[in-house]
């Protein structure tokens, strides 16, 4: 199922969930999730103010996205596939266990970052 157009404010709606749907031109704004697993893909979205603890994005495709101002705490990226993304303002940053986010398997394709820390030179091209 495809989502399109949206804005999303702190929190989905109930029938809606991360799991197997494409979002496109969405924004999601003002989000604090802790773990669950996202397999869904993104589209030319924007993610604002969200902080991400233990979030678990599993083979997802994330296509022009912008990520503003946003902290990933511990987060874990696995077999996606960052096409084009930016990283603005944003934090990555170790979880209370001292576990690092991590990009396992995943591939990254003409991504920038700005005054963004603790996303290695090696992720994502300035």
Sequence with gaps: MQIQSEIFEKDLPRHISWEELTFRFCEFRG????????TSNFIDCTFEDCELYWGFFNG????????????FRGSFF?????????FDNCLFTKDNLD???????SRWYGCKQSGTEGLSIEWASI
């Design 78 to 86: 696995s077999g996606c596939r960052l096409v084009e993304c930016t």
């Design 99 to 105: 576990g690092d986010c991590r990009f396992d398997n």
């Design 60 to 71: 997802v495709a994330l296509v022009g996205v912008s990520f503003r101002n946003c902290i």
């Design 31 to 38: 989000f604090d999730m802790e773990g669950g697993c996202i």
